[in-house]
């Protein structure tokens, strides 16, 4: 009714028998709502979350048997289910002929490198996914390199989150093939890379890789070792490039010569770039300020997220400035001004690129625009 969407009435009949079981004190619940019911009428179910619960390997056989079977069915949410490497063989060999699924997370199921080596072999046959979301779920090395690898070939995949694998030695290694996929690859939309490690020689390799992509408009290499070096790298790729538009820099130590690289190409040369998040990047005042300078002479830079690192005074009124004079938006940022004593301070707001991630918001829309502002520039499938 607040959607002013219709309401499926075969699903509404079976959630009033839910509750009329919950009255009853039953604790298993069971929802069965199949497409080829009697009682189901035109409209069937395209998207299934079951986030955060238990279902395990055995779910993960009836998750797999699901994918097989329903033709409608676009959109699966498994993520922080216990599903192990043997339920995610069973769901990866399931989208061997599945062709109507877009977008399939299973994110924090450990489904570990075994898992992983099978969801690769999945992409060289799948010809629908658009969508995969495999981060923390204990990739090891030869699987991350199996998906640099494949995505070399596989022309549909447009977002692919591959988020704190398991990764030993200091070689970055796979940064190197993630890189080398980069050169190759021009459908990939959306790459997140958080927590591989990176360093300033990794994020040379990507940024080698973006001087030939033509198609990835969402770049996240945030929670890793980048310093104001791999900044360097980043500003002069950033001239040239015309398709990057948001950037995720956030939990790095770019520190104020970094901030000072990208806010001279901002402010000179890049006119593609919507979206950057510089959180927690020990970034004193003079980076800062530099970076809010960059905004009023680029007309498309329109998201800052700066929280987490040193404000002085003068970012204090830079940014408190930016958004009076409605250069910045309030949705656009995660910090907000005010006053005490005649000093203007700044606090924190909840608006990132990807804040509604890892869970959902007890009242209001889960998807709104400012609290994910990264899907929302650059969106791929329906959901976060």
């Not at 939309?189 to 300033?200: A, D, G, T």
């Not at 190409?265 to 927690?280: E, I, P």
């Not at 004593?341 to 924190?348: I, P």
Request: proline letters at 2%; one cysteine or more.
């Amino acid at each position: 009714m607040e959607k002013s969407q219709k309401i499926n009435s075969f699903i509404l009949h079976i959630l009033q028998e839910v509750d009329e079981e919950i009255e009853k004190g039953l604790e298993g619940i069971t929802l069965n709502i199949a497409g080829n019911s009697c009682l189901m009428p035109e409209e069937r179910v395209t998207g299934l979350d079951v986030r955060y619960n238990l279902i395990s390997d055995v779910g993960a056989y009836y998750a797999a048997r699901l994918l097989q079977k329903q033709h409608k069915l676009t959109y699966l949410n498994l993520m922080f289910n216990d599903i192990g490497p043997e339920g995610g063989e069973l769901i990866a060999k399931a989208l061997h002929k599945n062709t109507t699924l877009k977008y399939l997370r299973m994110t924090g199921n450990k489904i570990e490198n075994k898992g992983g080596m099978f969801f690769a072999a999945m992409l060289q046959i799948n010809s629908s996914l658009e969508k995969l979301d495999l981060g923390d779920c204990d990739l090891g090395m030869e699987s991350v390199i199996a998906f640099a690898t494949v995505l070399t070939q596989n022309q549909t995949i447009k977002g692919i989150n591959l988020n704190r694998p398991i990764l030993y030695g200091e070689q970055e290694e796979s940064t190197v093939h993630l890189g080398h996929m980069l050169k190759e690859n021009h459908c990939l939309v959306q790459l997140h890379m958080c927590k591989h490690n990176i360093k300033n020689c990794g994020m040379k390799q990507l940024c080698d890789a973006l001087y030939l992509n033509r198609s990835l408009r969402y770049l996240d290499v945030s929670c890793n070792r980048i310093t104001h070096d791999g900044m360097m790298c980043l500003a002069d790729v950033l001239k040239s490039n015309t398709t990057l538009e948001v950037l995720d820099l956030s939990f790095n130590r770019i520190e104020n010569a970094g901030a000072k690289y990208l806010s001279e190409t901002l402010a000179s040369h890049n006119r593609s770039l919507r979206a950057l998040s510089v959180v927690s990047n020990n970034i004193e005042g003079e980076g800062l300020v530099a970076l809010s300078q960059s905004m009023k002479t680029n007309p498309t830079f329109s998201n800052v997220y700066i929280w987490g690192n040193k404000f002085d005074e003068a970012t204090c009124m830079a940014y408190s400035d930016l958004i009076q004079m409605g250069r910045l938006k309030p949705d656009n940022t995660d910090v907000e001004p005010f006053v005490v004593d005649g000093h203007v301070y700044l606090a924190e707001v909840s608006n990132g690129l990807k804040k509604h991630y890892y869970w959902r918001p007890t009242y209001g829309e889960a998807c709104t625009n400012s609290p994910n502002a990264g899907f929302t520039l650059v969106p791929v499938g329906g959901h976060l």
